[in-house]
Protein backbone atom coordinates (compact mmCIF):
# COMPACT_ATOMS: atom_id res chain seq x y z
CA UNK A 1 0.00 0.00 0.00
CA UNK A 2 1.38 3.35 -1.06
CA UNK A 3 0.40 6.43 0.59
CA UNK A 4 1.13 10.11 0.26
CA UNK A 5 0.49 13.01 2.42
CA UNK A 6 0.46 16.09 1.11
CA UNK A 7 0.47 19.26 3.91
CA UNK A 8 2.32 22.80 4.00
CA UNK A 9 4.78 21.50 6.91
CA UNK A 10 4.87 19.91 10.21
CA UNK A 11 5.20 22.99 12.16
CA UNK A 12 3.86 22.92 16.02
CA UNK A 13 -0.09 22.89 14.99
CA UNK A 14 -2.87 20.59 15.70
CA UNK A 15 -3.06 19.34 12.54
CA UNK A 16 0.40 18.96 11.97
CA UNK A 17 1.28 16.85 15.31
CA UNK A 18 -2.01 14.44 14.29
CA UNK A 19 -0.20 14.01 10.53
CA UNK A 20 3.52 13.18 12.19
CA UNK A 21 1.78 11.11 14.89
CA UNK A 22 0.09 8.98 12.29
CA UNK A 23 2.96 8.51 9.83
CA UNK A 24 4.82 7.34 13.33
CA UNK A 25 2.14 5.11 13.76
CA UNK A 26 2.03 3.44 10.25
CA UNK A 27 5.65 2.76 10.65
CA UNK A 28 4.87 -0.57 12.46
CA UNK A 29 3.05 -1.82 9.15
CA UNK A 30 5.63 -3.16 6.88
CA UNK A 31 3.11 -3.15 3.78
CA UNK A 32 2.74 0.33 4.27
CA UNK A 33 5.22 2.49 2.10
CA UNK A 34 4.74 6.27 3.05
CA UNK A 35 5.62 9.57 1.11
CA UNK A 36 5.22 13.01 2.97
CA UNK A 37 4.70 15.88 0.51
CA UNK A 38 5.61 18.99 1.96
CA UNK A 39 6.69 22.89 1.06
CA UNK A 40 8.52 23.45 3.92
CA UNK A 41 11.41 22.12 5.07
CA UNK A 42 11.38 23.23 8.88
CA UNK A 43 9.74 20.29 10.76
CA UNK A 44 8.59 20.43 14.68
CA UNK A 45 8.19 16.61 14.95
CA UNK A 46 11.99 15.38 14.47
CA UNK A 47 10.69 11.89 15.39
CA UNK A 48 8.71 11.57 12.42
CA UNK A 49 12.40 11.67 10.47
CA UNK A 50 13.12 8.52 12.41
CA UNK A 51 10.92 6.61 10.02
CA UNK A 52 10.54 5.10 7.02
CA UNK A 53 8.68 7.53 5.55
CA UNK A 54 10.08 9.32 2.56
CA UNK A 55 9.89 13.32 2.23
CA UNK A 56 9.82 15.71 -0.48
CA UNK A 57 10.12 19.06 -0.61
CA UNK A 58 8.15 21.31 -3.27
CA UNK A 59 9.03 24.99 -3.69
CA UNK A 60 5.81 26.97 -3.24
CA UNK A 61 7.41 30.14 -4.36
CA UNK A 62 7.22 28.77 -8.34
CA UNK A 63 5.07 29.66 -10.88
CA UNK A 64 1.81 27.56 -10.25
CA UNK A 65 2.73 25.84 -13.48
CA UNK A 66 5.85 24.93 -12.34
CA UNK A 67 4.35 23.68 -9.02
CA UNK A 68 1.64 21.49 -10.68
CA UNK A 69 4.35 19.92 -13.08
CA UNK A 70 6.59 19.21 -10.23
CA UNK A 71 3.50 17.74 -8.08
CA UNK A 72 2.58 15.62 -11.38
CA UNK A 73 5.65 14.19 -11.76
CA UNK A 74 6.18 13.14 -8.09
CA UNK A 75 3.01 11.21 -8.37
CA UNK A 76 3.18 9.63 -11.70
CA UNK A 77 6.91 8.50 -10.30
CA UNK A 78 5.64 7.31 -6.98
CA UNK A 79 2.01 5.68 -8.17
CA UNK A 80 0.24 5.97 -5.07
CA UNK A 81 -2.67 3.69 -4.26
CA UNK A 82 -3.82 6.68 -1.96
CA UNK A 83 -3.31 10.55 -1.45
CA UNK A 84 -4.42 12.07 1.68
CA UNK A 85 -4.48 15.58 1.45
CA UNK A 86 -3.92 17.73 4.65
CA UNK A 87 -4.03 21.68 2.95
CA UNK A 88 -5.68 23.40 0.55
CA UNK A 89 -3.00 24.61 -1.16
CA UNK A 90 -2.07 21.36 -2.32
CA UNK A 91 -5.93 20.32 -2.80
CA UNK A 92 -5.92 23.08 -5.42
CA UNK A 93 -3.29 20.79 -7.89
CA UNK A 94 -4.92 17.46 -6.52
CA UNK A 95 -8.45 18.54 -7.67
CA UNK A 96 -6.72 19.28 -10.91
CA UNK A 97 -4.87 15.57 -10.97
CA UNK A 98 -6.94 13.11 -9.07
CA UNK A 99 -10.43 12.89 -11.89
CA UNK A 100 -7.53 11.93 -15.07
CA UNK A 101 -5.12 9.38 -12.24
CA UNK A 102 -6.42 6.00 -11.06
CA UNK A 103 -5.14 6.78 -6.74
CA UNK A 104 -7.82 7.01 -3.90
CA UNK A 105 -8.25 10.98 -2.97
CA UNK A 106 -9.10 11.63 0.60
CA UNK A 107 -9.76 15.20 1.65
CA UNK A 108 -8.71 15.69 5.04
CA UNK A 109 -8.65 19.07 5.38
CA UNK A 110 -11.40 19.94 7.96
CA UNK A 111 -9.41 20.50 11.53
CA UNK A 112 -12.08 23.14 12.66
CA UNK A 113 -15.94 24.09 12.40
CA UNK A 114 -14.97 26.98 11.05
CA UNK A 115 -17.02 28.49 8.02
CA UNK A 116 -14.64 30.21 5.01
CA UNK A 117 -16.43 32.80 2.94
CA UNK A 118 -17.55 31.84 0.21
CA UNK A 119 -15.50 35.41 -1.11
CA UNK A 120 -12.02 33.27 -0.58
CA UNK A 121 -10.59 31.37 -3.28
CA UNK A 122 -10.07 28.91 -0.36
CA UNK A 123 -13.85 28.37 -0.24
CA UNK A 124 -14.21 27.04 -3.71
CA UNK A 125 -11.22 25.09 -3.55
CA UNK A 126 -12.70 23.09 -0.44
CA UNK A 127 -16.00 22.76 -2.26
CA UNK A 128 -14.20 20.89 -5.14
CA UNK A 129 -12.32 18.52 -3.19
CA UNK A 130 -15.27 17.48 -1.36
CA UNK A 131 -17.00 17.07 -4.18
CA UNK A 132 -14.15 15.05 -6.13
CA UNK A 133 -12.53 12.98 -3.34
CA UNK A 134 -13.33 9.54 -2.47
CA UNK A 135 -13.63 10.22 1.17
CA UNK A 136 -14.27 13.41 3.21
CA UNK A 137 -12.52 12.70 6.93
CA UNK A 138 -12.77 15.27 10.09
CA UNK A 139 -11.51 15.01 13.46
CA UNK A 140 -14.96 16.31 14.77
CA UNK A 141 -18.87 15.26 13.80
CA UNK A 142 -18.98 19.60 13.81
CA UNK A 143 -16.51 20.04 11.33
CA UNK A 144 -18.66 18.00 9.16
CA UNK A 145 -21.64 19.49 9.63
CA UNK A 146 -20.38 23.33 9.39
CA UNK A 147 -18.45 22.28 6.30
CA UNK A 148 -21.54 20.38 5.00
CA UNK A 149 -20.52 17.80 3.96
CA UNK A 150 -21.54 14.88 1.54
CA UNK A 151 -23.08 12.32 3.95
CA UNK A 152 -21.90 9.30 2.05
CA UNK A 153 -18.57 9.92 1.93
CA UNK A 154 -18.03 11.66 5.31
CA UNK A 155 -16.06 10.00 8.36
CA UNK A 156 -14.65 10.88 11.66
CA UNK A 157 -11.01 10.08 13.03
CA UNK A 158 -10.61 11.82 16.48
CA UNK A 159 -7.40 12.83 17.09
CA UNK A 160 -5.14 10.27 19.36
CA UNK A 161 -2.98 10.99 22.45
CA UNK A 162 0.09 8.85 22.90
CA UNK A 163 0.78 8.55 26.97
CA UNK A 164 4.15 7.73 26.20
CA UNK A 165 4.56 11.56 26.00
CA UNK A 166 3.97 11.99 29.55
CA UNK A 167 7.80 10.14 30.29
CA UNK A 168 10.11 12.11 31.81
CA UNK A 169 8.38 15.00 32.61
CA UNK A 170 10.20 17.75 34.96
CA UNK A 171 10.14 17.82 38.84
CA UNK A 172 7.88 20.16 39.73
CA UNK A 173 9.95 21.79 42.25
CA UNK A 174 12.26 22.54 40.23
CA UNK A 175 9.81 24.44 37.01
CA UNK A 176 8.20 25.86 39.93
CA UNK A 177 11.62 27.76 40.94
CA UNK A 178 12.03 27.80 36.90
CA UNK A 179 8.91 30.06 36.55
CA UNK A 180 9.08 31.72 39.70
CA UNK A 181 5.87 30.24 41.34
CA UNK A 182 6.01 28.86 44.86
CA UNK A 183 2.66 27.85 45.98
CA UNK A 184 0.60 29.56 43.76
CA UNK A 185 -2.39 27.39 41.96
CA UNK A 186 -1.47 26.98 38.26
CA UNK A 187 -3.96 27.37 35.68
CA UNK A 188 -2.50 26.54 31.72
CA UNK A 189 -3.80 27.37 28.54
CA UNK A 190 -2.03 25.60 25.46
CA UNK A 191 -2.36 27.50 21.60
CA UNK A 192 -1.19 29.94 19.72
CA UNK A 193 -1.38 33.12 20.67
CA UNK A 194 -3.39 34.37 17.48
CA UNK A 195 -6.57 36.32 16.50
CA UNK A 196 -8.12 32.60 16.08
CA UNK A 197 -8.15 32.30 19.72
CA UNK A 198 -9.63 35.28 22.56
CA UNK A 199 -6.92 36.17 24.57
CA UNK A 200 -8.60 39.28 25.26
CA UNK A 201 -10.79 36.97 27.11
CA UNK A 202 -7.93 35.37 28.78
CA UNK A 203 -6.77 38.49 29.87
CA UNK A 204 -10.13 39.63 31.39
CA UNK A 205 -9.89 36.03 33.72
CA UNK A 206 -6.95 36.90 35.02
CA UNK A 207 -7.79 40.06 35.72
CA UNK A 208 -10.98 38.79 37.30
CA UNK A 209 -8.53 36.16 39.72
CA UNK A 210 -6.36 38.98 40.46
CA UNK A 211 -9.42 41.27 41.61
CA UNK A 212 -10.74 38.30 44.15
CA UNK A 213 -7.92 38.13 45.78
CA UNK A 214 -7.16 34.21 44.40
CA UNK A 215 -3.51 33.15 44.73
CA UNK A 216 -4.00 31.82 41.00
CA UNK A 217 -1.31 32.28 38.15
CA UNK A 218 -2.35 31.63 34.34
CA UNK A 219 0.47 30.26 32.17
CA UNK A 220 -0.17 30.82 28.72
CA UNK A 221 2.08 28.13 26.40
CA UNK A 222 2.34 29.21 22.76
CA UNK A 223 4.31 31.23 20.34
CA UNK A 224 2.34 33.23 17.70
CA UNK A 225 1.55 37.07 16.19
CA UNK A 226 -0.15 38.52 19.37
CA UNK A 227 2.63 37.32 21.66
CA UNK A 228 4.69 40.06 22.36
CA UNK A 229 1.49 42.48 21.85
CA UNK A 230 -0.02 40.51 25.34
CA UNK A 231 3.24 40.64 26.75
CA UNK A 232 3.32 44.32 26.52
CA UNK A 233 -0.48 44.67 27.48
CA UNK A 234 -0.44 42.83 30.51
CA UNK A 235 2.31 44.68 32.09
CA UNK A 236 1.13 47.89 30.99
CA UNK A 237 -2.03 46.84 32.31
CA UNK A 238 -0.37 45.41 35.68
CA UNK A 239 -2.19 42.09 35.11
CA UNK A 240 0.70 39.87 36.95
CA UNK A 241 -1.32 36.81 37.25
CA UNK A 242 -0.90 35.63 34.03
CA UNK A 243 2.50 34.85 32.40
CA UNK A 244 2.64 34.56 28.65
CA UNK A 245 5.67 31.45 28.25
CA UNK A 246 5.73 31.13 24.60
CA UNK A 247 7.22 28.46 22.75
CA UNK A 248 7.87 25.61 25.49
CA UNK A 249 9.18 22.20 24.74
CA UNK A 250 8.11 21.26 28.36
CA UNK A 251 4.14 21.74 27.25
CA UNK A 252 3.45 18.01 28.96
CA UNK A 253 5.60 19.18 31.85
CA UNK A 254 3.53 22.09 32.94
CA UNK A 255 0.03 20.76 32.27
CA UNK A 256 1.12 18.08 34.72
CA UNK A 257 2.31 20.74 37.72
CA UNK A 258 -1.49 22.58 36.76
CA UNK A 259 -4.81 22.43 38.99
CA UNK A 260 -6.71 22.69 35.56
CA UNK A 261 -6.24 23.73 31.92
CA UNK A 262 -8.82 26.22 30.02
CA UNK A 263 -8.95 26.96 26.36
CA UNK A 264 -10.41 30.41 24.95
CA UNK A 265 -11.43 30.62 21.36
CA UNK A 266 -13.45 32.85 18.92
CA UNK A 267 -14.21 30.17 16.40
CA UNK A 268 -15.81 27.03 17.23
CA UNK A 269 -12.76 24.26 17.31
CA UNK A 270 -12.36 20.89 15.67
CA UNK A 271 -11.07 18.44 18.83
CA UNK A 272 -8.50 20.45 19.82
CA UNK A 273 -5.34 18.70 20.94
CA UNK A 274 -4.26 20.87 23.76
CA UNK A 275 -7.55 19.72 25.06
CA UNK A 276 -6.92 16.17 24.73
CA UNK A 277 -3.56 17.08 26.52
CA UNK A 278 -4.59 18.37 29.57
CA UNK A 279 -7.40 15.72 30.15
CA UNK A 280 -5.16 12.90 29.20
CA UNK A 281 -2.98 14.14 32.31
CA UNK A 282 -5.92 13.80 34.38
CA UNK A 283 -6.85 17.62 34.47
CA UNK A 284 -10.43 19.07 34.07
CA UNK A 285 -10.90 21.68 31.07
CA UNK A 286 -12.57 24.71 30.90
CA UNK A 287 -13.35 25.74 27.95
CA UNK A 288 -15.35 27.94 25.44
CA UNK A 289 -17.91 25.70 23.93
CA UNK A 290 -18.98 25.12 20.47
CA UNK A 291 -17.39 22.60 17.55
CA UNK A 292 -15.23 19.52 18.48
CA UNK A 293 -14.95 20.89 21.97
CA UNK A 294 -18.12 19.60 22.73
CA UNK A 295 -17.51 16.52 21.72
CA UNK A 296 -14.79 16.20 24.56
CA UNK A 297 -15.28 18.43 27.43
CA UNK A 298 -18.56 17.55 29.07
CA UNK A 299 -20.13 19.77 31.48
CA UNK A 300 -19.55 18.80 34.87
CA UNK A 301 -18.06 15.64 34.20
CA UNK A 302 -14.47 16.14 32.68
CA UNK A 303 -14.61 19.59 33.20
CA UNK A 304 -17.10 22.89 32.46
CA UNK A 305 -17.92 24.46 28.91
CA UNK A 306 -18.71 28.18 29.00
CA UNK A 307 -20.58 30.77 26.55
CA UNK A 308 -17.91 32.31 24.08
CA UNK A 309 -16.34 35.40 25.56
CA UNK A 310 -17.71 35.36 29.30
CA UNK A 311 -14.94 35.13 31.22
CA UNK A 312 -17.17 35.77 34.15
CA UNK A 313 -18.45 32.40 34.28
CA UNK A 314 -14.82 30.80 33.47
CA UNK A 315 -13.02 32.75 36.11
CA UNK A 316 -16.22 31.55 38.48
CA UNK A 317 -15.35 27.62 37.19
CA UNK A 318 -11.63 28.13 37.50
CA UNK A 319 -12.32 29.17 41.58
CA UNK A 320 -14.76 26.64 41.89
CA UNK A 321 -12.55 23.65 40.83
CA UNK A 322 -9.32 25.25 42.84
CA UNK A 323 -11.79 25.47 46.18
CA UNK A 324 -13.10 21.72 45.92
CA UNK A 325 -10.39 19.70 45.17
CA UNK A 326 -11.64 16.15 45.61
CA UNK A 327 -14.40 17.36 42.87
CA UNK A 328 -11.23 18.40 40.72
CA UNK A 329 -9.56 15.00 41.16
CA UNK A 330 -12.62 13.25 40.02
CA UNK A 331 -13.30 15.28 37.09
CA UNK A 332 -9.67 14.71 36.46
CA UNK A 333 -9.76 10.88 36.66
CA UNK A 334 -13.00 11.00 34.46
CA UNK A 335 -11.27 13.23 31.88
CA UNK A 336 -8.41 10.00 31.47
CA UNK A 337 -11.34 7.22 31.06
CA UNK A 338 -12.72 8.95 28.25
CA UNK A 339 -9.38 9.45 26.74
CA UNK A 340 -8.54 5.91 26.73
CA UNK A 341 -12.57 5.35 25.50
CA UNK A 342 -11.93 7.25 22.19
CA UNK A 343 -9.11 9.35 22.07
CA UNK A 344 -6.10 6.93 21.29
CA UNK A 345 -3.51 7.10 18.88
CA UNK A 346 -3.83 3.66 18.74
CA UNK A 347 -7.25 4.00 18.29
CA UNK A 348 -6.62 6.52 15.19
CA UNK A 349 -3.97 4.93 13.39
CA UNK A 350 -6.54 1.89 13.21
CA UNK A 351 -9.19 3.86 11.94
CA UNK A 352 -6.92 5.19 9.29
CA UNK A 353 -5.52 1.66 7.99
CA UNK A 354 -8.92 0.72 8.21
CA UNK A 355 -10.17 3.38 6.00
CA UNK A 356 -7.01 3.11 3.65
CA UNK A 357 -7.67 -1.21 3.03
CA UNK A 358 -11.39 0.03 2.61
CA UNK A 359 -10.43 2.35 -0.18
CA UNK A 360 -8.29 0.10 -2.04
CA UNK A 361 -10.46 -2.91 -1.57
CA UNK A 362 -13.41 -1.35 -3.03
CA UNK A 363 -11.41 -0.67 -6.42
Request: charged residues 25%; neutral net charge.
Amino acid sequence: MKIVFCNNDLKLGGAQRRLSQLIIGLDKYQDCEVYVFLTDRDIAFKEVLNTKAKFFYLNKNVKKYTFFIEFRNLLKEINPDIVHCWSLHQAYYLNILAPFSSFKYICGTITSSHKLSYKTSQFYIERLSFWLSDVIVSNSHSGLKAKQTPDKKSRVIYNGYDFSRQHNLRAEDDLRRELGLANQAIVSMASRVSPQKDIEMLVRVASRLGDNGKNIVILMLGDGPQLEYYRRFVKDKSIPNIIFLGYRNDVESIIHISTLCILCSKYEEGVSNSIMESLADGKPVIATEGGGTNEIVFSGENGFLVKPGDDESMAQKIEYLIDNPEECNQMGRRAIEIINKKFLLSHMVEEYIKLYNELINNQ
